[in-house]
């Protein structure tokens, strides 16, 4: 019951190093190929002998001709998946419908916007903190009792810092005890995050 | 994961339940699948390389500091130590547990000297400034070779113990299967080498 | 006969070679993780139920909370019950048995195997409890959300959740090689291909497609982890990369993985329903080329689950094309379990009810699909309650309802005792009432609009008049849960208590009938020859209503090889099938 | 089920529901008739009034057919899904119809922010308008935005218009919509985006044509005093 050994084909060690003699022959071939050129054709000629050392490493040291044909299958499979994955990817990767190359500008990065003009007010922060800062530190500043953002109310040292940490806070994000605070540098002109402090301050209290 | 475990011998069934329905040995069935989930990963990760790839020409620039010539010579050390593999699991063939041994020995050896060029690589490279983050080529770099180098690592050991058994004439089946999973290793050095090398 | 068998507790039950202890193992790890992931989905249906307000047995669900739920909720059921259970469970324990061998091909392959899931299963809990949560990312992890602690503010639970998941794809590779080529390699002597018994074709094909698409995903998984610590670009759009490589990697494997879970479930169907309607599967040839078919479209339907998330619009046509096309196969094998009931003599055991059961909702499941299948229909239930009403229906029938047909079904053999049958009814109507009054509201919700993954209803206005949907499905949530304690209780009970079975009590043909129950380490006597096919029941000339596989042929024991004539003259003429 | 439907608002609204409709008959129909088969075949062939089984292993042609050809009946239900499904994607989101207003939609977490072109229609001009949390639209004019993401996903969506689209980072994913009435209608996030995706909303305000069009010209016409800033 003893199959014939996919080895078995005779072949003496001779065979093996003129194999390996070949394909040392290719590297040369695709290193000097590479060297001198750079154009695409050049670049498809040195796959084409990757791909080439490729098959005789797996014809003559893998020996897969002798396999029979349903294990050559599984190979020409996994490279065929492969192969699809790669094709269906082509059009997102490569084209990337929509791409916007210099990056995405944030909506207030325009320049006029990084200093804050006017005196902050509690008035127009009401408009920000509801738009911005609601979603997190809820309508009652108490960030659903600190679980989702810093508590301002029962929490007393959230407020009692200086305005100056409290505007670099906002403007740089900070992550503390399982929160996250993204940064609003990009998103918020000064003048909105001077007044939405104002507007926070007024509201929840704690005055320095 | 090498094959190592493999149950089956080329010239001994050890049990009874041991008979092959399609006549081929269990382990080389094995060791041809887990090729194919090798197959999967590997070319999932050149994929997506290539994918990148073809969207930023610019990276051609920074191949270029990609050192070609211990990239060749690292092709040579795989090229040679798939020479002494398959020398080995030719004397195994041939019942000579001592020669099949002695082969395996010079294909560790390869593969020793393929992971102390990448280790010099790899410092000259870090020492440059050119590590993982520096930009998406070079997350790519360190990606792919790394997986390479792990599985270099990987191959090296299926190969030590096998050797070690077919020093003592025992499971000679196995040579062949730890040299076909080493000719995988260097069959994606193969493709590594161009696209990361030479494609600049 | 088998070398000596295990003496030491430890060799003999924990750290076995023997694939039906392993078997077992991957089985109760995989109830014990069914609990822990009911237990979630109670906690989430009674925050949505009533939002804020304290769960019982939990407390007050903050919101990042409730994202962890959701990740670890589907992660669970996904890859440590269904995989486990299904594949892995019934996969080791039945198929050196079904095809007539002592054990897997490569055994210490397969203990490692099992410890490597074993790890992954501490690794994942390990993350729920290291600070800064559990992954709060949903169990699809798409980056940039996942790519940066600081999106999420959960650092080492969301790294080991990857780890996890990757440990988890390296067991089942192992797993995956196993099962080939036992099936391949180690079949009993005549058994060809098309002896093999379903449930055989339907495991090796699911771990086919399983080794052939995870490896993109688990590239994925390591450049998301550099994502995350070596501070890389892959999936950051500023650094050049971009966010939906992740999301094709990830449905890439996601789609042919539901398959992964399917194929398993009707290979247990097909063995339960032959057995209970004392009949041969209506189609064996049909429905193995249409498993064939089906994991080859397998590869080319995954982008359906992103057709508004940014691809090109182009794309989602030809997309929706294969994943409608992809129903035909399937609805073919499903008509062939039906057309496998007609002329049959069906015998209602709890096994049998659970598989009709499976059978009647999975349809429901499948129906349903064309809906998120079809792009149109897409832009509008993308992302809400009918896309989890749809999923539910077809994953709580391949993940519940078939292995509990296949656990009550093979309890006897595995333990050598029978299931309550008044325990099992209960199990059985509890679950089936209270599963459609769990996830039926939720078509109703997906039609209203209401998104998925939110944890709080009431923050919208436009869906306060369906917030009774929400409070109905948890009911019913609650209800399924506690309906599983006659399960849980019957199989405990029955370990002791359970009426002795013997060796083939449903009376099937296959060869998992002819070892004795519980089987023995080395399973077989002698090698089983194999005579004829898997399904040989109700052949006109035979002794009984049933030939077992391994019976030689003889005038009571017709080999009842159907060649290619028309079976109805064969049946005519009357005379025993040669 | 096509009953919970919200209110079709936008002009595609109607055909998405139409689609899910022709979907809903056909799926319903085949669910009803399958069902009904099982239902009958587990009733009549039950051990007690069918005692012996028959011997009908199929897989020869004349017994294949009791399958095949529901299976191509299916093939054909699904043909016709599809075209009608490829017809209306095109529509909705291949194809943009002239638009008098162009807005830039940016999804960040847990707030959406618009930005009108301003008088020079261009943007990324000193004059863009910025308006957060509300985007006011006129009823009645077809409508084109570009979608972007500044951190992570989000997604575009308002129930009533059938209107759903993710937002990618490095990407703008142009679209368009239309309401046919005024109306106030929210703006929500259908992809999971962080803690506070469940407080991630925005209004949408469907204002008549005139009353836009003066809200748009006060924007753009600053008082002296205040730079231009966000207001609501």
């Known amino acids: 019951m003893d199959s014939p050994t996919a080895t078995g084909s005779g072949h003496g060690a001779g065979h093996y190093v003129r194999i390996w003699a070949v394909l040392l022959g290719a590297l040369v071939v695709s290193l000097v190929l590479g060297a001198i050129t750079n154009s695409p054709w050049a670049i498809a000629i040195i796959f084409a002998v990757a791909t080439a050392k490729a098959a005789l490493v797996l014809a003559h040291f893998m020996h897969v001709k002798l396999e029979p044909r349903w294990i050559r299958l599984i190979g020409a499979g996994a490279v065929a998946v492969v192969g699809v994955f790669f094709i269906g990817l082509v059009p997102d990767i490569v084209y990337k419908f929509g791409f916007v190359p210099g990056g995405i500008q944030s909506a207030q990065a325009n320049p006029a916007n990084t200093v804050a003009k006017l005196p902050p007010d509690a008035g127009r922060g009401a408009t920000v903190y509801a738009t911005f800062c609601l979603a997190c530190h809820q309508a009652d500043g108490r960030g659903k009792n600190g679980t989702l953002a810093a508590d301002f109310v029962s929490d007393a040292s959230r407020l009692a810092k200086p305005d100056s940490e409290l505007l670099a806070s906002i403007a740089n994000g900070r992550q503390a005890n399982g929160l996250s605070m993204p940064p609003w540098k990009d998103a918020l002109t000064a003048q909105q995050r001077a007044d939405a402090l104002a507007y926070i301050r007024t509201q929840f209290g704690r005055k320095p | 994961m090498s094959s190592s475990a493999a149950a089956t011998d080329l010239h001994a069934p050890e049990r009874a339940g041991d008979y092959t329905s399609t006549g081929l040995p269990t382990g080389r069935v094995a060791i041809w699948w887990f090729l194919a989930s090798e197959i999967a990963i590997f070319g999932g990760a050149v994929a997506c390389y290539l994918l990148y790839r073809l969207h930023h020409p610019e990276w051609a620039e920074q191949a270029a500091h990609t050192v070609n010539a211990a990239g060749a010579f690292n092709t040579v050390v795989l090229l040679t130590s798939s020479l002494s593999a398959v020398l080995a699991h030719h004397a195994a063939e041939q019942g000579d547990g001592k020669t099949a041994a002695r082969w395996i020995n010079w294909t560790v050896l390869g593969g020793l000297v393929f992971l102390g060029v990448k280790a010099w690589e790899y410092a000259h490279e870090i020492g440059a400034g050119l590590v993982p983050a520096k930009s998406l080529f070079w997350s790519f770099y360190f990606l792919l070779t790394g997986l390479h180098a792990l599985h270099v690592i990987g191959g090296m050991t299926a190969l030590y113990v096998v050797g070690r058994g077919a020093a003592r004439g025992q499971h000679l089946g196995r040579v062949e299967l730890a040299a076909i999973y080493w000719h995988f290793v260097d069959v994606v050095w193969i493709f590594l080498f161009p696209l990361l090398y030479i494609a600049s | ?578 | 089920m096509l009953w919970d439907l919200p209110r079709a608002l936008s002009s595609f609204a109607s055909d998405i529901d139409r689609h899910m409709a022709l979907i809903y008959w056909i799926c319903g129909i085949w669910f009803l008739v399958a069902e009904a088969v099982l239902l009958w075949l587990a009733v009549r062939y039950r051990q007690s009034a069918h005692a012996a089984a028959g011997w009908l292993p199929g897989d020869t042609r004349s017994t294949n057919a009791w399958v095949l050809v529901p299976a191509a009946l299916v093939l054909v239900c699904d043909m016709v899904i599809e075209f009608d499904s490829a017809v209306v994607w095109a529509k909705v989101k291949e194809t943009t119809p002239p638009a008098e207003l162009t807005v830039r939609v940016q999804g960040r977490q847990f707030a959406w922010v618009f930005t009108y072109p301003g008088p020079d229609a261009k943007f990324d001009t000193l004059d863009d308008i910025t308006a957060a949390g509300t985007l006011r639209v006129p009823v009645g004019k077809v409508v084109k935005f570009e979608l972007e993401a500044a951190d992570v996903l989000h997604a575009f969506y308002v129930p009533e218009l059938r209107l759903k689209q993710d937002a990618v980072p490095g990407r703008r994913i142009p679209g368009w919509f239309d309401v046919l009435q005024p109306a106030e209608l929210t703006i929500a996030c259908a992809e999971l985006c962080g803690a506070s995706h469940t407080y991630m909303k925005g209004t949408l305000l469907a204002l008549p044509p005139a009353e836009f069009d003066q809200w748009l010209a006060a924007q753009s016409a600053p008082p002296p005093s205040t730079p231009p800033t966000a207001t609501r």
């Open chain 3, 1 to 578: 006969m088998h070398d000596h068998a295990p003496s030491s507790f430890l060799r003999r039950y924990v750290f076995s070679t023997d694939h039906k202890v392993i078997g077992l193992q991957y089985m109760f790890t995989g109830l014990a993780m069914a609990l822990l992931g009911g237990f979630l989905a109670y906690v989430m249906r009674s925050q949505l139920a009533h939002p804020g307000t304290p769960v019982a047995g939990f407390g007050t669900v903050s919101n990042a909370e409730y994202n962890a739920i959701v990740t670890l909720h589907g992660t669970i059921m996904v890859f440590w019950v269904a995989m486990p259970v299904l594949v892995a469970g019934f996969g080791n324990y039945l198929i050196p048995l079904l095809i007539g061998t002592d054990d897997m091909a490569f055994p210490k392959l397969n203990l490692m195997s099992f410890w490597t899931f074993f790890l992954s299963t501490v690794v994942l809990i390990l993350s729920m409890f290291v600070p800064g949560g559990a992954s709060g990312s949903g169990w699809t992890t798409y980056p940039p959300l996942s790519a940066k602690p600081a999106f999420t503010g959960v650092g080492l639970g969301l790294d080991l959740w990857i780890v996890a998941v990757a440990l988890e794809f390296v067991a089942f590779l192992m797993g995956g090689v196993n099962f080939i080529t036992t099936a391949i390699n180690r079949r009993a002597k005549g058994m060809g291909l098309w002896d093999l018994p379903l449930f055989v074709w339907e495991e090796v094909i699911a771990s086919i497609i399983f080794m052939l698409s995870v490896g993109p995903l688990v590239a994925g998984a390591l450049m998301l982890l550099a994502d995350r610590n070596l501070n890389t670009g892959f999936f950051d759009a500023a650094a050049g990369g971009d966010p939906l490589l992740f999301q094709h990697l990830f449905w890439f494997f996601g789609h042919p993985e539901v398959y992964v879970l399917l194929l398993p479930a009707l290979g247990i169907l097909a063995e339960v329903l032959t057995v209970c309607a004392r009949k041969a599967i209506f189609g064996y040839r049909l429905i193995v080329w249409s498993t064939i078919v089906a994991g080859l479209l397998s590869f080319i339907v995954w982008a359906h689950h992103q057709f508004i998330s940014g691809i090109d619009p182009r794309l989602a046509s030809p997309f929706s094309l294969t994943t409608i096309l992809i129903s035909v196969p399937f609805a073919i094998t499903l008509f062939c379990y039906m057309a496998t009931l007609y002329q049959g003599s069906i015998r209602y055991t709890v096994a049998m009810l659970f598989a009709m059961a499976m059978l009647a909702e999975f349809l429901l499941g499948g129906v349903t699909g064309i809906i998120n299948g079809s792009a149109a229909a897409d832009i509008y239930v993308h992302d809400s309650y009918f896309v989890v009403a749809h999923f539910h229906y077809t994953l709580f029938p391949i993940v519940f309802l078939a292995p509990f047909a296949g656990f009550y079904h093979w309890y006897p053999k595995f333990f050598g005792r029978h299931l309550n049958h008044g325990l099992g009814l209960l199990h059985f109507y509890g679950t089936i009432v209270f599963f459609n009054l769990c996830f039926l509201p939720m078509f109703a919700l997906g039609m209203m609009g209401h998104q998925r993954r939110i944890a709080d209803p009431n923050a919208f206005g436009y869906l306060a008049h369906g917030q009774h949907y929400q409070q109905l499905a948890t009911w019913g949530a609650i209800g399924l849960l506690v309906l599983q304690i006659p399960f849980i209780v019957n199989i405990f009970l029955s370990l002791r208590k359970g009426a002795p079975a013997e060796a083939n009590p449903w009376r099937g043909t296959t060869l998992d009938w002819a070892v004795p129950s519980p089987p023995p380490h080395g399973n077989f006597e002698a090698p089983p020859v194999c005579y004829r096919g898997p399904y040989v029941y109700g052949v006109p000339g035979a002794a009984d209503d049933f030939v077992p596989q391994h019976m030689p042929p003889g005038p009571g024991a017709p080999t009842a090889r159907v060649p290619d004539g028309d079976a109805a003259q064969l049946a005519a003429a009357g005379s025993p099938v040669a």
